[in-house]
């Protein structure tokens, strides 16, 4: 299907979208921020195909202009069946443009000349043409500068939907003529819920990449593929259920074993901090629903008989302490075989 229904998230921002569509006061600038995997160009493609939906203008004139909490709402989307519908999913939609730089990290001023030539052609056959820019926080002044003069007076029928990871990069004059939507986090729920859903995640794996993604689905998404993060994942469960029993000679082995982890110790640490907030969780409330480590409740279970309020917050005080010191540059074996015995002693 492919329209708005589709999304997880970003209600607010779809509801301005569709409320702008069922005003007939779409504008031809759009300029969509948020991070990485936040779920910009999955937006733009839902905009962009219900505008040029065939059967769009239909449910317009059916749902008329309804109320904020109306479920004719959910009329105002893509169809999804219509020949456009189609080929805007399959990426073949004459009218809908996703319009590339040439060069990896530059969005260089010929390649915006070519986005001005080309919008002055007409659309072949719907009402809009639109434009999806990806990356144009990599658009320098000048490339920004030769888009201007469009965005200033644009043909009627153009939507520019420009993407960017950071609007500030953009200049003042491009800001002012577009619509500003900043996609927020949305809800865990909603990032787990796409995870079991769509990805067949395993409950106990989404609950983890829930937790690191904050609430961004395509970095939960990476996440949950991820061969690395399964691993360090794997890894710290290990050091965690195991770490009271080891003698220091077993864990200096440990930390040598960790030093080709080097790049991936910060996921290590997050997973750590994640562990032992369940522990704290646990120990005040003795509710396991709350948990994160659900494949570890006895191991959690046991930790939190084994600790005490001041030693669970003196760990998670040296996790902290030990990122800050990698951040500085101190010996990475240094620091880690200290947070061990930290966790190890509390
Ligand atoms: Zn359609």
Same mark, same amino acid.
């Given at each position: &299907?492919?329209?708005?229904?589709? $999304?997880?998230?970003?209600?607010?921002?779809?509801?301005?979208?569709?409320?702008?569509?069922?005003?007939? #006061?779409? *504008?031809?600038?759009?300029?969509?921020?948020?991070?990485?995997?936040?779920?910009?160009?999955?937006?733009?493609?839902?905009? !962009?195909?219900?505008?040029?939906?065939?059967?769009?203008? &239909?449910?317009?004139? %059916?749902?008329?202009?309804?109320?904020?909490?109306?479920?004719?709402?959910?009329?105002?989307?893509? +169809?999804?069946?219509?020949?456009? +519908?189609?080929?805007?999913?399959?990426?073949?939609?004459?009218?809908?443009?996703?319009?590339?730089?040439?060069?990896?990290? =530059?969005?260089?001023?010929?390649?915006?000349?070519? @986005?001005?030539?080309?919008?002055?052609?007409?659309?072949?056959?719907?009402?809009?043409? /639109?434009?999806?820019?990806?990356?144009?926080? &990599?658009?320098?002044?000048?490339?920004?500068?030769? @888009?201007?003069?469009?965005? %200033?007076?644009?043909?009627?029928?153009?939507?520019?939907?420009?993407?960017?990871?950071?609007?500030?990069?953009? =200049?003042?004059?491009?800001?002012?003529?577009?619509?500003?939507?900043?996609?927020?986090?949305? %809800?865990?729920?909603?990032?787990? #819920?796409?995870?079991?859903?769509?990805?067949?995640?395993?409950?106990?794996? !989404?609950? $983890?990449?829930?937790?690191?993604? #904050?609430?961004? /689905?395509?970095?939960?998404? *990476?996440?949950?593929?991820?061969?690395?993060?399964?691993?360090?994942?794997?890894?710290?469960?290990?050091? =965690?259920?195991?770490?009271?029993?080891?003698?220091?000679?077993?864990? *200096?082995?440990?930390?040598?074993?960790?030093?080709?982890?080097?790049?991936?110790?910060?996921?290590?640490?997050?997973?750590?901090?994640?562990?032992?907030?369940?522990?704290?969780?646990?120990?005040?409330?003795?509710? @396991?629903?709350?948990?994160?480590?659900?494949?570890?409740?006895?191991?959690?279970?046991?930790?939190?008989? %084994?600790?005490?309020?001041?030693?669970?917050?003196?760990?998670?005080?040296?996790?902290?302490?030990?990122?800050?010191? =990698?951040?500085?540059?101190?010996?990475?074996?240094?620091? $880690?075989?200290?947070?061990?015995?930290? &966790?190890?002693?509390?």
């Amino acid at each position: &299907m492919s329209g708005f229904r589709d $999304i997880y998230g970003h209600e607010k921002t779809i509801a301005h979208l569709k409320s702008a569509i069922v005003l007939d #006061q779409v *504008s031809h600038a759009y300029l969509i921020s948020g991070d990485e995997g936040m779920g910009k160009k999955t937006l733009a493609r839902a905009f !962009a195909q219900t505008l040029q939906c065939e059967n769009l203008q &239909m449910a317009v004139r %059916e749902t008329g202009r309804p109320a904020a909490d109306d479920p004719a709402w959910k009329r105002i989307d893509a +169809c999804g069946l219509c020949g456009s +519908c189609k080929q805007a999913v399959s990426g073949n939609q004459a009218d809908i443009l996703t319009w590339p730089h040439e060069k990896p990290k =530059l969005f260089s001023v010929d390649d915006a000349r070519g @986005l001005v030539e080309d919008i002055q052609i007409r659309p072949f056959s719907g009402r809009y043409k /639109i434009y999806i820019v990806p990356d144009a926080q &990599m658009m320098n002044a000048q490339a920004q500068n030769a @888009l201007l003069k469009t965005l %200033e007076e644009p043909p009627e029928y153009a939507v520019l939907l420009l993407l960017t990871t950071n609007p500030d990069a953009m =200049l003042e004059t491009i800001r002012s003529r577009c619509v500003l939507l900043d996609l927020k986090p949305v %809800e865990d729920a909603l990032v787990r #819920q796409y995870l079991t859903e769509q990805c067949d995640i395993p409950e106990y794996e !989404a609950d $983890i990449c829930e937790a690191f993604a #904050q609430g961004n /689905i395509g970095k939960a998404v *990476s996440l949950a593929a991820s061969e690395d993060f399964r691993e360090t994942m794997g890894r710290a469960v290990r050091i =965690l259920t195991h770490i009271r029993d080891w003698d220091l000679e077993e864990i *200096s082995a440990e930390v040598k074993d960790l030093v080709p982890y080097k790049l991936r110790i910060d996921d290590l640490l997050d997973l750590f901090a994640v562990w032992y907030r369940d522990v704290l969780y646990f120990k005040a409330t003795r509710e @396991l629903d709350g948990i994160i480590f659900r494949e570890q409740t006895s191991a959690v279970r046991k930790a939190a008989q %084994e600790s005490s309020y001041e030693g669970i917050q003196t760990i998670l005080d040296a996790i902290r302490k030990a990122k800050e010191r =990698l951040n500085a540059n101190v010996s990475f074996e240094l620091t $880690i075989e200290l947070l061990l015995l930290t &966790m190890k002693e509390n």
